[in-house]
Antibody, heavy 119, light 108 residues
Framework: QLQVQESGPGLVKPSETLSLTCTVS??????????WGWIRQFPGKGLEWIGT???????YYNSSLKSRVTISVDTSKNKFSLKLKSVTAADTAVYYC???????????WGQGTVVTVSS | DIQMTQSPSSLSASVGDRVTITCRAS??????LGWYQQKPGKAPKRLIY???SLQNGVPSRFSGSGSGTEFTLTISSLQPEDFATYYC??????????FGGGTKVEIK
């Protein structure tokens, strides 16, 4: 069954770039029907969609983060990645990757990875 | 942008109670809505999709209803394992996701 798993540094310094990877297992990231997204959850528990990609290279970003976010897919490694530049303490959150199809909300989620922005 | 307003933000209930959580959209979203349950330290778990379709494996005491701008998640008889935080989530054709603010269900 399809699974996704986040990985990356748990601590990032202010003004630097946050980089996370999501590894897909139990299925192919090149499946035409699936989209691959990043979602974060703030310490106060609110959830925010960051952006989504497709194996074709299409990307969709939250307009509030668009200037700082890049999401890319590596079909050879069955992974997709998130880069968020110029981070501040406000970017401290649990970051989740997830998969979904266009007509349904996400079903498969990773376990989440805590990222703290601090010097 | 569409806003999702969820209420109440928290509630206290007893085992066996019927619990209702509401989510309102700032404009018509048809039935493009899911409901999720989240327990501490875990990822959200999908309970309902397409506003009223029960996810496989989810107990039938959970149900969703509504369309357009008003949606409801009902737990017909609250069980001890149901104490958690619940979120509504709107998804659109551009793949954007918008979450409600969450409802924490606590033991009375």
């Amino acid at each position: 069954q399809l699974q996704v798993q986040e990985s990356g540094p748990g601590l990032v310094k202010p003004s630097e770039t946050l980089s996370l990877t999501c590894t897909v297992s139990g299925g192919s990231i090149s499946s035409r029907s699936y989209y691959w997204g990043w979602i974060r959850q703030f310490p106060g528990k609110g959830l925010e969609w960051i952006g989504t990609t497709h194996y074709s290279g299409s990307t969709y970003y939250n307009s509030s983060l668009k200037s700082r976010v890049t999401i890319s897919v590596d079909t050879s490694k069955n992974k997709f990645s998130l880069k968020l530049k110029s981070v501040t303490a406000a970017d401290t959150a649990v970051y989740y990757c997830a998969s979904y199809v266009k007509w349904d909300p996400p079903y498969v989620w990773g376990q989440g990875t805590v990222v703290t922005v601090s010097s | 942008d569409i806003q999702m307003t969820q209420s109440p933000s928290s509630l206290s209930a007893s085992v066996g109670d019927r619990v209702t959580i509401t989510c309102r959209a700032s404009q018509d979203i048809k039935n493009d809505l899911g409901w999720y349950q989240q327990k501490p330290g875990k990822a959200p778990k999908r309970l309902i999709y397409a506003a009223s379709s029960l996810q496989n494996g989810v107990p039938s005491r959970f149900s969703g209803s509504g369309s357009g701008t008003e949606f409801t998640l009902t737990i017909s008889s609250l069980q001890p394992e149901d104490f958690a935080t619940y979120y509504c989530l709107h998804h659109n054709s551009d793949l954007a996701l918008t979450f409600g603010g969450g409802t924490k269900v606590e033991i009375k």
